[in-house]
């Protein structure tokens, strides 16, 4: 279990020794620090493994991208924000 977030230099090597592993067949580790975009980005890179298309890599490097510039974070925050503004709407109509 990590005791603090990783810089940002350390999530940059964590996402290229994870990319690394997924190309070349290996596998991801828990507690890298990456967000769930970057993940599922490098999971579709391990699911095609051993014919991994470039889009599939320029996917993974996008997405951690939006981890860095905080643009992950923040569709995940408006996404959570339009579901809870759909609950509390459904909520009211029934009152």
Request: charged fraction near 30%.
């Amino acid at each position: 279990m990590r005791s603090r977030y990783p810089t940002d230099d350390e999530l940059r090597r964590n996402f290229e020794a994870e990319l690394a592993s997924v190309t070349t067949g290996g596998g991801l580790r828990s507690e890298t620090g990456l967000d769930v975009e970057t993940d599922a980005a490098l999971i579709a890179i391990a699911r095609a493994y051993p014919s991994v298309p470039q889009d599939l890599v320029a996917a993974a490097r996008a997405a951690f991208a939006g981890q860095l510039d905080g643009s992950n974070a923040a569709a995940r925050r408006a996404e959570l924000d339009r579901m809870i503004e759909e609950h509390n709407r459904r909520k009211h109509d029934r009152a």
